[in-house]
Antibody, heavy 122, light 110 residues
Framework: EVQLVRSGPGVKKPGTTLKIFCKVSGFNFTDYYMHWVQQAPGKGLEWMGL????????IYADKFQGRVTMTADTSTDTVYMELSSLTSEDTAVYYCARGGRLGDLSSPVDYWGQGTLVIVSS | QSVLTQPPSASGTPGQRVTISCSGSSSNIGTNYVYWYQHLPGTAPKVLIY???QRPSGVPDRFSGSKSGTSASLAISELRSEDEAEYYC???????????FGGGTKVAVL
């Protein structure tokens, strides 16, 4: 059974950096791209980017380029997402999700984690 | 403003059929597979349709997807109260080099 277990919710101060993780099981971690998706309160889903767990290569959405870093730890089958220079607009639920098999960039995500709520507030 | 365009809402009475449209362009829907997700509050989104018209095991055949040119659609037949949710289309955009979502359609069962 595919499972994506996310880190717990948190509150961050403006200007700081958040780092959340997602531990996966039920499939070969290094065979699939891993994505992160943001959903701000009352808003739709917004793709943030992806990481190739096998070689660490990343693709980021323009909106988050320069502020986001996605990494993967193959020793623990865990993906991480760091978002810096936080503002109140980064208050959102952040989902990790499995994408297509390596080499198949264009396949959208299929399995999703439960989502991590992050509140940015002073 | 989402890259893919969906109506913000749709509704129907139990037993009716509801169709949700998703409009894109040649760099996204026109070239790549479309997925549809059902999202209930407080839960993880769930794939309803993958590769334009394929249903994962466990998804009722009341849900069906289609694609033509740069548009796609999701149909829900025999509408049930448990179908009340937000529905999103998604695909890959070759120009943006990223996954793109529709803005979401909230389905209400009257």
């Amino acid at each position: 059974e595919v499972q994506l277990v996310r880190s717990g919710p948190g509150v961050k101060k403006p200007g700081t950096t958040l780092k959340i993780f997602c531990k996966v099981s039920g499939f070969n971690f290094t065979d699939y791209y891993m994505h992160w998706v943001q959903q701000a309160p009352g808003k739709g889903l917004e793709w943030m980017g992806l990481v190739d767990p096998d070689d660490g290569e990343t693709i980021y959405a323009d909106k988050f380029q320069g502020r986001v870093t996605m990494t993967a730890d193959t020793s623990t089958d865990t993906v991480y997402m760091e978002l810096s220079s936080l503002t109140s607009e980064d208050t959102a639920v952040y989902y990790c999700a499995r994408g297509g098999r390596l080499g198949d960039l264009s396949s959208p995500v299929d399995y999703w984690g439960q989502g991590t709520l992050v509140i940015v507030s002073s | 403003q989402s890259v893919l365009t969906q109506p913000p809402s749709a509704s129907g009475t139990p037993g009716q059929r509801v169709t949700i449209s998703c409009s894109g362009s040649s760099s996204n829907i026109g070239t790549n597979y479309v997925y549809w997700y059902q999202h209930l509050p407080g839960t993880a989104p769930k794939v309803l349709i993958y590769r334009n018209n394929q249903r994962p095991s466990g998804v009722p055949d009341r849900f069906s997807g289609s694609k033509s040119g740069t548009s796609a659609s999701l149909a829900i037949s025999e509408l049930r109260s448990e179908d009340e949710a937000e529905y999103y289309c998604a695909t890959w955009d070759d120009s943006l080099r990223g996954q793109v979502f529709g803005g979401g359609t909230k389905v209400a069962v009257l």
